[in-house]
Every structure is written in structure tokens, then in C-alpha cells.
């Protein structure tokens, strides 16, 4: 989205560009600069999905092509631009600092510390993420929130009774609702917020540039989100429900009872629990819809 975005402002400069802030070459078609610059980033990432996207990209080009406001020439010059703008922002976040292999982290022991948890106790998913080079925000530490509760608060105390009550996998008093609701949000979140764009933006009928800013907003406000999320996931490497409630004997709190044999209704992921990732990419995600089209606008996700 990144590199779409900042193919189309080239052309049509209207914005500050995320990265890429030469000029596209004359009369060059923005429609084929988009799907140029959207083509090679996608197959960098995903070049097993080739086949895909090459027939995307052919249907693509041709529509633009049928288009009698379209000509060869500026078709030519915007699919050369977008693979410049694409590579140049490629080439600049594989310097980003995030390491795709396989992470070594395991966390501690102490209580109150995040643990592999089961059934799988993996490793700590992706920590690099936590020191990777934000796109926008100073740094990734730039809103680290304050940290967690301390075990023996009265807060810890009274999520810790709610989360052992609510959360369990047979739970007796968790509604229908708030069953359906967990699932959702455990299984649609990034998905969810681009429909929902996508959504608004067909009912607003948004021009091609407004929609590459828009997605643009949308994708490095959740992946900046993600990041300071991930630096505080792994400042305070916090336990997750399910070892706390195992081991509440060991949290120095009265007030917790432990059970041995305590089960999430989702399957606990494998990465430290503060803050809420969900949270803070819907919360990034949320923050944009609103800004772009106001807080009156319904939506489908």
C-alpha cells in the first residue's frame, strides 16, 4: 500500500510521500502505476504466488488499455514508475531491522514473566518486530504505555478473577455473544479493518488517489501500531492468563486462586500478553476510518 500510495502522489502530488519522493516520469498512466507498483511488491513478498498475480496483473493492464483516456506510452511510463517505487521502498524496509528467523526467545521463569505456553510452547513470536524501524512514528518506543499491574494491585486482582471466569474453555457464565465476539476478533482483525475500508470507500465512490492514501493510512498506522506494540510486548514480557491462573500460587497475591488444569477458549498465541495487540491494531485501524470519513458512517466488514 505504501508503494501504491507513493506511485499515485508521484504522478499527482497531493500529499507527503511515505518514502519515495521523485518525480514520475511525464504523462505516465496512474491506473497502471498502481497496479505495477502493487504487483512487484506483492510478488517480493509472496513469489510462490506468482501465477496469481501475473493474471491479476494481465487483467489489469488490459482493462487500462481498453481505456480510450489511456496511451501506450503513459501505460509504459507508469508501470516503469511503480516498479521503481516499489523496489526503492523494498529495498528500503529490508534494512528495517526485523529478522524473519526463527526466534530464540523464551522469556523467564519469574512470576509475573511470559513462559512458552501450551499446547505448543513455542518460542516468543517475532521480537525483532519490537526494534524494527517504524515507517512513520520516532521510534518504537515512542508511545510505550506504563506498564501492567502489579500482581498484588487491586486491578491485576479483578482481571485476573474476570479472565479465570469468563475466559475458560467451557466457562458457565461467558454469553453466547461474548463467545462469537472472541472468535471473530481472534480470527478476522487485520482482515476485518481493510473490508471495513474497502467498504466506506465504495459508499463515499473515493477517487484511485484518495483510495491509495486511505490504504496507505490505514496499513502503516496498524504496522506502526504493531511495532510499539511489540516493544512493550517485549519491555515487560508479561505472562499470559493462562500461566497465570496455572501458577497463581506463585504471584504473591491472596486474592488469586490457581487452577492446574485452567484453559483458554482461544489457544493462547505465543507471544508475551501486554499490551493487546488486537487492541492497539484496531484501535490504529479505528483511529483512521474515522479521521477519513467520520464516526457516522456504517460499514461492512
Known amino acids: 500500500q505504501s508503494s501504491v500510495f507513493d506511485a499515485v502522489n508521484g504522478i499527482d502530488r497531493q500529499f507527503t510521500s511515505i518514502h519515495v519522493t521523485s518525480q514520475a516520469p511525464a504523462g505516465a498512466s496512474r491506473r497502471a502505476a498502481t497496479v505495477q507498483a502493487a504487483y512487484?511488491?506483492?510478488?517480493?513478498?509472496?513469489?510462490?504466488?506468482?501465477a496469481t498475480f501475473d493474471q491479476a496483473l494481465t487483467a489489469s493492464l488490459a482493462a487500462i488499455a481498453a481505456d480510450p483516456t489511456e496511451t501506450s506510452a503513459g501505460i509504459t511510463n507508469g508501470r516503469a514508475w511503480g516498479t521503481q517505487v516499489a523496489n526503492e521502498i523494498l529495498a528500503w524496509r529490508s534494512t528495517d531491522g526485523y529478522d524473519p528467523s526463527p526466534s530464540t526467545y523464551t522469556g523467564s521463569l519469574l512470576?509475573?514473566?511470559?513462559r512458552p505456553t501450551p499446547p505448543a510452547f513455542a518460542n516468543g513470536l517475532a521480537p525483532s518486530?519490537?526494534?524494527t524501524l517504524p515507517w512513520v512514528i520516532p521510534s518504537p518506543s515512542s508511545f510505550r504505555p506504563l506498564g501492567p499491574p502489579d500482581l498484588t494491585s487491586g486491578n491485576y486482582t479483578a482481571d485476573f478473577i474476570e479472565e479465570k471466569a469468563v475466559g475458560e474453555t467451557n466457562s458457565t457464565v461467558r454469553t453466547p455473544d461474548q463467545t462469537v465476539a472472541a472468535k471473530f476478533w481472534a480470527s478476522t482483525l487485520l482482515t476485518f479493518w481493510h473490508r471495513a475500508a474497502a467498504s466506506a470507500a465504495q459508499q463515499r465512490q473515493t477517487t484511485l488517489s484518495e483510495n491509495a492514501r486511505l490504504f496507505a493510512l490505514l496499513t502503516v498506522a496498524m504496522a506502526d501500531g504493531a511495532i510499539s506494540c511489540w516493544d512493550a510486548k517485549y519491555f515487560y514480557s508479561f505472562w499470559r492468563p493462562i500461566t497465570a491462573i496455572q501458577l497463581a500460587s506463585t504471584d504473591g497475591n491472596p486474592a488469586t486462586d490457581e487452577q492446574a488444569d485452567w484453559t483458554p477458549l482461544i489457544v493462547t498465541p505465543n507471544y508475551p500478553e501486554y499490551t493487546?495487540?488486537?487492541?492497539?491494531?484496531s484501535g490504529a485501524a479505528q483511529a483512521v476510518l474515522t479521521s477519513?470519513?467520520?464516526n457516522d458512517l456504517p460499514v461492512e466488514g
Do not use: M, N
Not at 512470576?111 to 511470559?114: A, F, I, R, S
Not at 493487546?276 to 491494531?281: I, K, L, R, V
Open 111 to 114: 512470576p509475573g514473566k511470559w
Open 276 to 281: 493487546s495487540g488486537h487492541a492497539t491494531a
Open 292 to 294: 477519513y470519513f467520520g
Open 129 to 131: 518486530l519490537a526494534q
Open 40 to 50: 512487484t511488491s506483492l510478488l517480493a513478498l509472496f513469489p510462490t504466488q506468482s
